[in-house]
């Protein structure tokens, strides 16, 4: 006869007794990323705030206190005209990439129909970034060259009689690049505020009277800018460290901050590089806690 | 603020792609009157609405209110207001835009329009909430910011699409006791989309029951509660037991009919010819325990189940070819001689109660 067994029925297993306090527990769950944020994050941000007052020769850096390289830094006019042609790019990608990936997002948000349309299209807007970015930045260059796809197009055409100059190798091209480059991360987080808007609130404002453009105004944009601001977050940041896009766009004819400390790094002036890389640092921070208190994204998150 | 508009909708259907959500209906709804339009989801009765308020366009027929032909217009131009099923109140605007929204729309002033809209939020109840954010109320209280938000454009007619289903069931029932109450002092017109019987019958001078694209019955809430025009509605309105068989004999002074396997029952003469499909209904409450009086006005089931409710007990019984029929006794009479479940029970009905239920169109 075969016996029947109800599970959790008869004698239970012995308790292996593992008792962790609830304090212990906590700390351990926290620990991994702790680690992690500490070993490749914290740390070396803290190096680099120590190496920025050592001192420095053609070959060697001296451990010491030294506020030189801040002196330095702060006191060149170069550095301030630097700083400022990095802001210009910062400011003239960020209202391209504000204004291409609005409109990107509002077309697949209130435009598309069905939703795998929707996913297909937006899919397809990242498939170039399955490609690296020098790549495509260096595929510009056959486009804009002095005998590239648009200066031979316009000079067969009759168009202009020689090449356009500035369309490589200038601050046209960098921008150009960079609004390529990061268009994406103004429209996937405007995309996503975008689909979270309840369409019957389009319907109200329109049951209230208003025209296309002032629900646009009064409702869609109002409520896009959490989307906006992390967007606006993601290229401000790429565009102030960028240095790669700069260099091959203008040709080394246009600088800005990132490039500078690479050249200083070249030269082994390390510690230079690092008080440049405090001073970006703090710019940076502070711009992005101008945008954090203009817009509050903690509903997005 | 009463200037109440009549609304009549003249064979209008809606089209989506191949299927037809609404089947040419055509419905009058008198001036100042509280309609409810009811029934079962996807019966049509939301996009009837929507095609109202102007936010669905119309696939054939035209929709009158007052005098004027709508069927084209915006849904601002029409002097109707919609309430949605959400709210959808505006989450980034305060209290006082958000009722303000339309008068901004149409360039009205600041000073104007906030005095205006606080005047409304007065009448609401809703000054002290004045500079809130909809995220920081209560369902009731963002419930009524929506009727001011509505109201504040002085419609002939207010849409209300299910407003009551996002409360919880103590304060929807208060809440209907306010929008009855706003209705009859304002004057003007109210449609009222639900799926709640006992929403409709509380609330509406007219009932619009639909189903699959149709009216089925549109009268008053006694007349659709007492004589149901089809089965559907009986079913719907519930407290009704359906009997479905097919007309016997058919004479002046009555008709009978016959369940598929099972008993033989008696109605009023309704001209139907022998041998049609006919269904009749039976209030619940107006079914007896007992022998009946005549033949085909009862018949002995087996008990398959008993509620107690309180005031009643409501008993369910299967017999004679009939699956389900329900009978609600008093609480007084059933425990005067209590009846178990699976015991034999004789059901019986006036000859006054039996309904005559008609076809859908």
Known sequence: MATVRFIGVGEPKPKRNIRISPKLAAYLQAAPLTLILGVFLALPLLMILVVSFWDYDFAQMYPDFLTMNYVETLGSWVTWKTYLNTLKFAVLVWAITLFIGFWVAYFLAFHIRTMAMQMVLFLVCTVPFLTSNIIRMISWIPVLGRNGLINSGLVNSGLVSEPVEWLLYSDFAVVLAMVHLYTLFMVTPIFNTLMRIDKSLVEAARDAGATSWQVLTNVIIPLAKPGMAIGTIFVVTLVMADFSTVQVMSGGQSASVALMMKNQMSLLQYPAAAANAVVLLILVLSMVAGILRIVDIRKEL | ?361
């Not at chain 2, 005095?115 to 963002?142: F, H, I, N, T, V």
């Not at chain 2, 009222?192 to 001078?205: F, K």
Request: charge should be neutral.
């Open chain 2, 1 to 361: 603020m009463s200037k109440a508009a009549e609304i009549e909708i003249a064979s209008v259907s809606k089209i989506y792609g191949n299927t037809t959500a609404v089947h040419a209906i055509s419905l009058k709804i008198p001036a100042g009157s509280y309609c409810c339009l009811l029934g079962p989801s996807g019966c049509g009765k939301t996009s009837t609405l929507r095609m109202i308020a102007g936010h669905e366009s119309v696939s054939g027929g035209d929709i009158l209110l007052g005098n004027k032909n709508v069927t084209d217009l915006a849904p601002a131009e029409r002097g109707t207001a919609m309430m949605f099923q959400s709210y959808a109140l505006f989450p980034h605007l305060d209290l006082v835009e958000n009722v303000a929204f339309s008068m901004k729309m149409k360039g009205v002033d600041k000073e104007t329009r906030r005095a205006k809209a606080l005047d409304m939020l007065k009448l609401m109840q809703l000054e002290p909430y004045a500079s809130r954010r909809p995220a920081q109320l209560s369902g009731g209280q963002q419930q009524r910011v929506a009727l001011a938000r509505a109201l504040i454009t002085d419609p002939e007619a207010l849409l209300l699409d299910e407003p009551l289903s996002a409360l919880d069931p103590f304060l929807k029932i208060r809440m209907r006791a306010e929008l009855k109450k706003l209705q009859t002092s304002l004057g003007i017109t109210f449609v009222h989309v639900t799926h709640s019987q006992e929403e409709a019958m509380a609330l509406a001078d007219i009932i619009v029951v639909m189903n699959d694209g149709r009216i089925e019955q549109a009268a008053a809430p006694r007349t659709v509660f007492e004589r149901p025009a089809t089965a559907f509605v009986a079913r719907f309105m519930g407290d009704h037991n359906v009997i479905s068989g097919r007309a016997t004999s058919s004479t002046p002074s009555g008709l009978s009919l016959t369940v598929p396997a099972g008993g033989t029952f008696s109605a009023p003469a309704c001209g139907m010819p022998e041998g049609d499909p006919v269904d009749i209904a039976i209030r619940t409450d107006r079914v007896q325990i007992g022998k009946a009086a005549q033949d085909g006005l009862g018949f002995t089931g087996s008990v398959s189940n008993i509620e107690y409710r309180g005031s009643s007990v409501k008993l369910t019984a299967t017999g004679a070819g009939i699956e389900e029929f329900t009978a609600i006794i008093s609480d007084r009479e059933f425990f005067e001689q209590p009846i178990k479940v699976g015991e034999a029970i004789q059901l019986s009905w006036h000859a006054g109660d039996v309904i005559v239920l008609g076809k859908a169109q």
